[in-house]
């Protein structure tokens, strides 16, 4: 009787080895198999921030640079909320006589609006070394993408100014964007409208007059901006806005050209408790004597 009982005791031993034994081995595959796949999972991952980083690299050619031209020297901002994003602008000679100054905000973050920017710049880029009216610009622009993206929910803004040597005449063309700030030191901003909607969306989103001429005076400043730095809220859930910004902008006005950026800047971030949650760019303009 003891004898069957040592047997039995020794079998379920035995069993409850091999279970253990067969337990260990499960669990020692399913590591080695979750390590391959962090291993894995560590390079792809090192290979899509290489990547961004190349893509970062890349977008930096589409932001616009100062630039000093004529009677009309240029300052500018840029700040993508993520590595890259949607917005882009140009500050760009026609030719001896003519300078573009232009922002694009293209609706969305990341990889996709970028795409999107880098293929909207390109073609932007090409209808403004036409000399084409800047109306004109805007309804190729539209049909373009209208057939290119084919969606009802992308959409994207524009806000460009071209001005003469002179830096005293001024054809702004708006399309969907905050309205463009007419600065004189001291003085509330005056702002020009955009005249047409945003693009990429409607097939008559640019009006019959989508232009504004603008005679311009020696010191007179001139402020493009993305809503990116419009729409930012205070602690108290308090947006700042156009008028917020005017009265920033009002502020600063009195400042030499090169602290004008930096001060208005320095203002948002006062407002804001955070980081910005969209793309910002902006380009200041001034007319010299």
Aim: with cysteine.
């Amino acid at each position: 009787m003891q004898s069957d009982l040592l047997i039995a005791e020794g079998s379920a031993n035995s069993s409850a080895v091999i279970a253990y034994t067969s337990e260990r081995a499960d669990i020692v595959e399913r590591y080695e198999e979750l390590r391959t796949a962090t291993t894995r999972l560590r390079a792809l991952h090192k290979e899509f921030e290489d990547d961004l980083a190349i893509a970062a690299r890349v977008q930096r050619h589409l932001e616009p640079r100062p630039i000093a031209w004529g009677r009309v020297r240029v300052d500018t901002f840029s700040q993508p909320a993520r590595t890259i994003g949607g917005d882009f602008g140009m500050v760009c000679p026609l030719d001896d006589q003519h300078l573009n100054l232009l922002l694009c905000d293209v609706s969305g973050h990341g990889i996709g609006a970028a795409l999107a920017a880098s293929s909207i710049y390109a073609e932007m880029s090409a209808h403004l070394q036409t000399g084409a009216a800047l109306g004109d610009v805007l309804s190729a622009l539209n049909c373009s993408v209208i057939r290119k993206f084919n969606s009802s929910s992308f959409f994207f803004t524009v806000a460009a100014a071209r001005l003469d040597r002179s830096g005293r005449r001024m054809t702004f063309a708006g399309a969907g964007h905050p309205p463009c700030m007419v600065i004189k030191p001291g003085a509330n901003p005056h702002l020009l409208e955009a005249q047409s909607m945003m693009l990429g969306a409607l097939p008559n989103a640019v009006t019959d007059q989508p232009t504004i001429e603008f005679d311009l005076e020696p010191g007179d400043r001139i402020l493009l901006y993305t809503d990116g730095i419009t729409e930012v809220f205070d602690d108290r859930e308090v947006m700042l806005g156009v008028e917020g910004l005017q009265d920033f902008v009002r502020e600063c006005s009195p400042l030499p050209f090169d602290e004008m950026l930096p001060a208005i800047l320095e203002r948002v971030a006062s407002w804001r408790p955070g980081p910005f949650a969209d793309d910002v760019m902006l380009v200041l303009a001034e007319v010299l004597e």
